[in-house]
């Protein structure tokens, strides 16, 4: 017979069953819970980032045996600017891969914007430069653009054309900084409509930014009349990709990047402590941000160092190039992460009908993330033709868009959809910038190789997300 009361059975119940009920809402993972994790996601086929960081190893051992000179401080110096417009494209292409589609014209739509700005700086009045009939279409594509981002309900993006609209028409893209930013607002209307005849027609993307990625070749040519524009005259627009912060601002930029990392987790570990909800330990936090901060310190330390050869001339600092994609990157991880348009992104490209009968509006996602990709192909063609120095004629065409996509699912994302990270396009992005620099090193070694090399690397990274997604059904 039992002794105890009924109130000595009730007072035990709700604590047993609290603990049964919610325990997994209230854990702390410490730091050998980490661990644990992550090797439990690369045994159930999710490797997320390790391929790439092995295969970014093995690259650098291979290329510091080709030449003494891949670690030099000058070299290292240079990878930055020499792979930007890959990672900002790659970026802007994680959005639509990780709803399973494609964007083709991001590369060729990108050079357009970018060759639109140059000749509105150059020529001092875009609606002179520009032909009749174009100068006109690309008004006329920004009100119709406005139009459809609104009746689609994609109001950023509408404002965003608007204001592109606004500089366009008042020719204040005289002014290279407006300039620049008109050819990022076109950029959004581009895939405004690229979006639009995905998701509301129903046209395939890949036969949609097929035809658009040709058609943007042509559109080039018209804007630049047949004529390439030296953008190394401008000296803000050089020094996106040869430009360096000063040794202060380096610093600066460096504390405020890894300081506020750790000053958000450490704020977010200790308040979900306070309302009994899951988080990791301090302890884990505090490692992760330690281990940044080391990492931060000497790279840091090492760009600051003179690393021209030359004597007459001091480069150091860290490089613009890497400050903006790491900018950039922080801000798509925020995007893809901290909302609730990005949990939804992930949900749609994961399972597109559940996400449409859990209340989705999928046809909005679909448009918003292919707004965004050709926003990032505008930025990329801006970084393309700071990078050679001129809005060429091909500006964007060629391997542009291949490296691009490349260096996304060599980074982790995936061609099928539903995982990505924007880290995955700057890891991809270093993978794909070190080949020809590496061979380029070694005059003997014939550049065909790169495109041999770059081909190798991509068909392992996409054979490994194919079976990591194998295992990842099985398990």
Known sequence: MSTNTPDTVEEQRPADDSRGSFSLDV???SIPDAFRGWYNRLRSGDPGALPS????????IIFTQVSDSFLSKYNIGNLPGQGLYIAIIALGLVFVLLLGEIDLSAGTAGGTCAAIAAQAVFSGNLHQALPTALYWGLIVGLVITIGLAVWLKAWTGAVVILLGLILVATNLTQHLLLALVAAICIGAAIGTFTGYMVAKVGIPSFVVTLALFLAWQGVLQFSLNAQPINTSNYEFWHNITYGNLSPALSWVFSIVVVGGYIVYT???SVTAK??????????????RGGV????AIV?????????NTNPYKVIEGIPWAAAIAIILMIACTILLTKTTWGRHLYATGGNTEAARRAGIDVVHMKLTAFILCSSFGAMGGIALASSQSSASLDLGSGNVLLFSVAAAVIGGTSLFGGRGKPRDAIIGALVITIIPNGLGLKPSIGPQW???????VLLLA????????RRSARS
């Open 27 to 29: 854990e702390e993972r």
């Open 53 to 60: 960081v092995l295969g970014l190893v093995v690259l650098a």
């Open 266 to 268: 450490v704020i977010k």
């Open 274 to 287: 306070r309302a009994g909800l899951a988080r990791d330990s301090l302890q884990l936090v505090l490692l």
């Open 292 to 295: 940044l901060a080391a990492m």
């Open 299 to 307: 790279l840091t330390s090492l760009a600051n160092q003179n690393r």
């Open 450 to 456: 790169q495109q041999v090399i770059t081909g190798v």
């Open 462 to 469: 996409a054979s490994v997300d194919a079976i990591s997604r």
